[in-house]
């Protein structure tokens, strides 16, 4: 059973550009560019570009294509 902080850190998972390039299996000038164009979400904390994976893996599961 996991503990309540536990829960917590898998709802609120934040990412680098880095980390988002590799989850997505991107360069990071394509995060950066993404990023850019408003399409994907980001925080500015302590002026660095972080991500919530679950904002991430949401966007990514409203893309699909097809049946």
Same mark, same amino acid.
């Given at each position: 059973? #996991?503990?309540?902080?536990?829960? @917590?850190?898998?709802?609120?998972?934040?990412?680098?550009? !880095?980390?988002?390039? %590799?989850?997505?299996?991107?360069?990071?000038?394509? %995060?950066y560019?993404?990023?850019?164009? !408003?399409?994907?979400?980001?925080?500015?904390?302590? !002026?660095?570009?972080?991500? @919530?994976?679950?904002?991430?893996?949401? @966007?990514? @599961? #409203?893309?699909?294509?097809g049946?």
């Amino acid at each position: 059973m #996991k503990t309540i902080n536990e829960e @917590l850190k898998d709802q609120i998972a934040w990412m680098t550009v !880095g980390e988002v390039a %590799i989850h997505l299996r991107v360069s990071k000038r394509v %995060i950066y560019n993404l990023t850019s164009s !408003g399409y994907l979400p980001y925080y500015k904390i302590g !002026g660095r570009n972080r991500f @919530l994976k679950s904002e991430i893996d949401q @966007l990514i @599961l #409203k893309q699909r294509v097809g049946t």
